[in-house]
C-alpha cells in the first residue's frame, strides 16, 4: 500500500454519529452539467470499488449523497459516515471523514476500510453518464455507484440485512390487506400490520413449520420478536430499521 493511502487511512477517525434522515430528491441526469450540480442532492447507490485492478461488490445498503452545501454522508456497507465534500473543477475531495464502529454481519471483510480509503484518497475525478457515477482516484482506482430512488414503505420488498440471514429473509407491507408477509430466512411468516406515524403494530405471526440451521433459527426467533406487539420504523430512502418494544432492532433494504 503506498504512502498516500496509509495516510487516508490514517485520517479515518471512527467516532459515532447519529443517522441522519431526508429524502431531498434534487440533482441532474444530463451528461457535461457542472460536476457539483450533476452529483449533488441525488442518492447514490454504491455499485463497486475497483482497487489495483480487484473489483469488489458493495453491499446493498451502501451510498453516498452530498448536499449542495458540502456536507456528505452515507453508509460504508454496515456503518454509516459523514463528510465534507469540496469541488474544485470536475473533481471532489472528502476530508473530515467520521464514521460509526457497529459490528457487521454479512459485509464482506476489508471493504469498508477499501471504500472509505478511496473515498478520502484526494482529489477524485467525476464523471456522470446519466444515472450512472464515476469517482476515480490519480492512481486509477475508480467507486462505481448509481442514482437510485427511494423506496416507499409499504408495497417494496424488505431484505433483511440485520441480523444475518444471507440475503433469505424478506417482508412486504401490504397496504390493501392490512397485512404484512414474507420469509423469517426458513419459515414463512404472515400477520396482520396496522400503520401509525411512526409505528406498525403487529399481530400474531402465523409461520410454516420448516427446521432450519442454527444460525437461521436464531434469526427467525429474534424476527419474531417483531410481532404481537408494537415497533418503530425509521425510514431512510431504501432503508428500513425497526425497532421491538424491547430494543430489538431489525434493519432491511429495499430489493431491487
Same mark, same amino acid.
Given at each position: 500500500? $503506498? @504512502?498516500?493511502?496509509? !495516510?487516508?487511512? +490514517? #485520517?479515518? =477517525?471512527?467516532?459515532?454519529? &447519529?443517522?441522519?434522515?431526508?429524502?431531498? %430528491?434534487?440533482?441532474? $441526469? @444530463?451528461?457535461?452539467? !457542472?460536476?457539483? +450540480? #450533476?452529483? =449533488?442532492?441525488?442518492?447514490? &447507490?454504491?455499485?463497486?470499488?475497483?482497487? %489495483?485492478?480487484?473489483?469488489?461488490?458493495?453491499?446493498?445498503?451502501?451510498?453516498?449523497?452530498?448536499?449542495?452545501?458540502?456536507? &456528505?454522508?452515507?453508509?460504508?456497507?454496515?456503518?454509516?459516515?459523514?463528510?465534507?465534500?469540496?469541488?474544485?473543477?470536475?473533481?471532489?475531495?472528502?476530508?473530515?471523514?467520521?464514521?460509526?464502529?457497529?459490528?457487521?454481519?454479512?459485509?464482506?471483510?476489508?471493504?469498508?476500510?477499501?471504500?472509505?480509503?478511496?473515498?478520502?484518497?484526494?482529489?477524485?475525478?467525476?464523471?456522470?453518464?446519466?444515472?450512472?457515477?464515476?469517482?476515480?482516484?490519480?492512481?486509477?482506482?475508480?467507486?462505481?455507484?448509481?442514482?437510485?430512488?427511494?423506496?416507499?414503505?409499504?408495497?417494496?420488498?424488505?431484505?433483511?440485512?440485520?441480523?444475518?440471514?444471507?440475503?433469505?429473509?424478506?417482508?412486504?407491507?401490504?397496504?390493501?390487506?392490512?397485512?404484512?408477509?414474507?420469509?423469517?430466512?426458513?419459515?414463512?411468516?404472515?400477520?396482520?400490520?396496522?400503520?401509525?406515524?411512526?409505528?406498525?403494530?403487529?399481530?400474531?405471526?402465523?409461520?410454516?413449520?420448516?427446521?432450519?440451521?442454527?444460525?437461521?433459527?436464531?434469526?427467525?426467533?429474534?424476527?419474531?420478536?417483531?410481532?404481537?406487539?408494537?415497533?418503530?420504523?425509521?425510514?431512510?430512502?431504501?432503508?428500513?430499521?425497526?425497532?421491538?418494544?424491547?430494543?430489538?432492532?431489525?434493519?432491511?433494504?429495499?430489493?431491487?
Amino acid at each position: 500500500m $503506498d @504512502t498516500k493511502r496509509l !495516510a487516508a487511512l +490514517a #485520517a479515518l =477517525t471512527l467516532l459515532p454519529l &447519529a443517522a441522519a434522515c431526508g429524502s431531498e %430528491d434534487a440533482g441532474s $441526469d @444530463t451528461v457535461g452539467a !457542472a460536476p457539483s +450540480a #450533476a452529483v =449533488t442532492g441525488v442518492h447514490w &447507490a454504491v455499485d463497486d470499488v475497483t482497487v %489495483d485492478g480487484k473489483k469488489s461488490a458493495a453491499p446493498t445498503s451502501t451510498y453516498l449523497r452530498i448536499a449542495d452545501g458540502g456536507k &456528505a454522508r452515507g453508509n460504508l456497507g454496515c456503518n454509516n459516515f459523514s463528510a465534507d465534500a469540496a469541488f474544485a473543477d470536475s473533481r471532489v475531495t472528502f476530508d473530515r471523514m467520521q464514521s460509526t464502529e457497529m459490528a457487521c454481519e454479512g459485509v464482506p471483510t476489508g471493504f469498508e476500510q477499501t471504500l472509505a480509503r478511496t473515498l478520502t484518497d484526494g482529489e477524485l475525478t467525476t464523471e456522470v453518464d446519466g444515472d450512472k457515477l464515476t469517482l476515480t482516484t490519480a492512481d486509477g482506482d475508480r467507486v462505481a455507484l448509481s442514482k437510485q430512488d427511494a423506496a416507499p414503505l409499504k408495497g417494496t420488498k424488505w431484505t433483511i440485512t440485520s441480523p444475518d440471514a444471507d440475503g433469505k429473509a424478506h417482508l412486504t407491507f401490504d397496504e390493501k390487506t392490512g397485512q404484512v408477509s414474507g420469509s423469517l430466512g426458513c419459515n414463512k411468516v404472515k400477520a396482520t400490520a396496522t400503520f401509525r406515524d411512526g409505528s406498525i403494530t403487529l399481530g400474531t405471526a402465523s409461520t410454516t413449520r420448516m427446521m432450519c440451521d442454527t444460525s437461521l433459527m436464531k434469526t427467525e426467533k429474534t424476527l419474531l420478536g417483531l410481532f404481537d406487539g408494537t415497533v418503530k420504523y425509521e425510514l431512510d430512502h431504501r432503508n428500513l430499521t425497526l425497532t421491538s418494544e424491547n430494543g430489538e432492532r431489525v434493519s432491511a433494504a429495499a430489493a431491487e
